[in-house]
């Protein structure tokens, strides 16, 4: 969809995430896309054939839209959130609050570009440098670290966990007996990312409960960091658009970082957080591209349910500094006629 929408297909695409399904295609192709915040934009109708398209939120995941520009994300989220009329929406109904600021100036950035547990690549950190400066002086007041900011080491284990979690019961019974023995096999004080995803599998049902408090805690944290900032712009992935690595296993694949290579899921999932794990709006925008012509954009996460102060920082990012730009080819031959 992210592709599609760059080559001028169409206006809008509606797409899911649950581990940067929206953000990251937008960040590889210029685009703009909407996680929204959890819950928000309800699920039915919207699932994998041959599943019906019953009711029910699940955990984690989420639908959003995919744009062009972010006055077309703020139309389309008002077209589709709202709580299911079938369920939900027999006694409740949705009244987003407005916008934190309209101005850039009157916003306060918190700008994250590395990460305790995988390296941001040099475009990308070098890119969100720039964004950083530009916001600067233009008046926002940007931080780039806060003692508020929850340890994001912590937050991408008990990520990784929920995440396996969330998918284990499209397993077979075969491959969770697997997925059982796997985590059982690993050592208590073994905390990698793998390790995580390993345990997220085969949880019971208590272990999940155990891990969905921690969460709770750890929401309240960025609930207390939401005090201080209004929005925190944060890398969707480590690195512009590489080439596609359909090998299997899953797990075996690994991205090259400025030269050195790490393992594929932990460099594509990691960056998921903390917006997945906590429920928070994040909206990628577009806001620079690579010498060879490549997009790089950022997510821009929020308070829950502020899901209009993310794309609404996003519109002042793309009005002051750009936003999509169509692809070298594309802008050529509308150039020629």
């Known amino acids: ?74 139309l389309a989220l008002d077209v589709i959130a709202g709580p299911d009329e079938t369920r939900e929406g027999i006694g409740y109904r949705l009244e987003l609050p407005a916008p934190r600021h309209d101005n850039l100036r009157d916003f306060r950035i918190l700008v994250i570009d590395t990460h305790p547990r995988m390296p941001t690549g040099d475009a990308v950190r070098s890119a969100i440098g720039r964004l950083a400066d530009r916001l600067d002086r233009s008046g926002a007041r940007v931080a780039r670290d806060s003692t508020s900011l929850p340890d994001l080491a912590d937050s991408a284990r008990l990520y990784m966990k929920l995440l396996n979690g969330a998918r284990s019961p499209r397993l077979t019974p075969a491959a969770l007996a697997e997925a059982q023995e796997v985590a059982a096999a690993l050592v208590p004080n073994d905390n990698s990312l793998q390790a995580e995803r ?124 750009g936003g999509f730009v169509p692809p070298p080819r594309l802008a050529a031959m509308h150039s020629a006629r």
């Open 1 to 74: 969809s992210g592709a599609a929408l760059a080559a001028g297909f169409g206006p809008l695409s509606v797409g899911s995430d649950i581990g940067g399904s929206i953000r990251v295609p937008a960040h590889f192709c210029g685009v703009f896309g909407h996680k929204p915040s959890l819950s928000l934009v309800p699920l039915r109708g919207y699932g994998l054939p041959p599943a019906p398209p019953v009711p029910g939120q699940g955990d984690l995941a989420v639908v959003g839209p995919m744009t062009r520009t972010a006055s077309d994300l703020a």
């Open 198 to 321: 390993a345990r997220g599998w085969g949880m019971l049902h208590r272990e999940w409960l155990a891990t969905d408090a921690a969460r709770l805690q750890l929401q309240q944290k960025w609930y207390q960091l939401f005090r201080e900032f209004d929005a925190v712009i944060y890398p969707c992935a480590a690195v512009p658009a590489f080439p596609q690595d359909q090998s299997e296993p899953f797990d075996a694949r690994q991205l090259d970082i400025d030269g050195k290579l790490y393992n594929y899921a932990d460099a594509c999932f990691i960056w998921a957080d903390p917006a997945s794990t906590c429920g928070l709006p994040a909206t990628a925008v577009p806001i620079e591209r690579t010498r060879s012509g490549l997009p790089i954009g950022v997510q821009i996460i929020g308070p829950y349910l502020e899901d209009r102060t993310t794309i609404a920082l996003a519109g002042l990012i793309e009005r002051e500094f």
